[in-house]
């Protein structure tokens, strides 16, 4: 019922940086709180940036903060993720997610997820 596309995974060394988008359809973006996950192989899905659409509400995992940062562009209906200060571990398949529910969406059991894109952090 709910369609996002994610962009903007690639491969870059440590300490660079690479920007995320989520692109939603307006009712989606109006109407949804959204966020980002990331899941390596082995490891557990986890939780790493989440934004309330309306009330202005963000939360970052701690592993990522003071390096990313998400955002909104209303004109585009999307959601970013700027991803600074890269290292290794942040090598993931990075999902974006959407949810009514903002507590819901928080622990990673929203009902809507985009597709997937990765992102791979060299040496």
């Known amino acids: 019922q709910v369609q996002l596309v994610e962009s903007g995974g690639g491969s870059v060394q440590a300490g660079g940086s690479l920007r995320l988008s989520c692109a939603a359809s307006?009712?989606?973006?109006?109407?949804?709180?959204m966020g980002w996950f990331r899941q390596a192989p082995g490891k557990e899905r986890e939780g790493v940036a989440m934004?309330?659409?309306?009330?202005?509400?963000?939360d970052y995992a701690d592993s990522v903060k003071d390096r990313f940062t998400i955002s909104q562009d209303n004109a585009k209906n999307t959601v970013a993720l700027q991803m600074n200060s890269l290292k290794p571990e942040d090598t993931a398949m990075y999902y974006c997610?959407?949810?009514?529910?903002?507590?819901?969406?928080?622990?990673?059991?929203?009902?809507?997820w985009g597709q997937g894109t990765q992102v791979t952090v060299s040496s």
């Open positions: 997610a959407a949810d009514l529910n903002y507590r819901r969406l928080v622990a990673g059991l929203a009902n809507n």
């Open positions: 307006r009712y989606t973006y109006s109407s949804y709180h």
């Open positions: 934004i309330s659409i309306r009330g202005g509400t963000t």
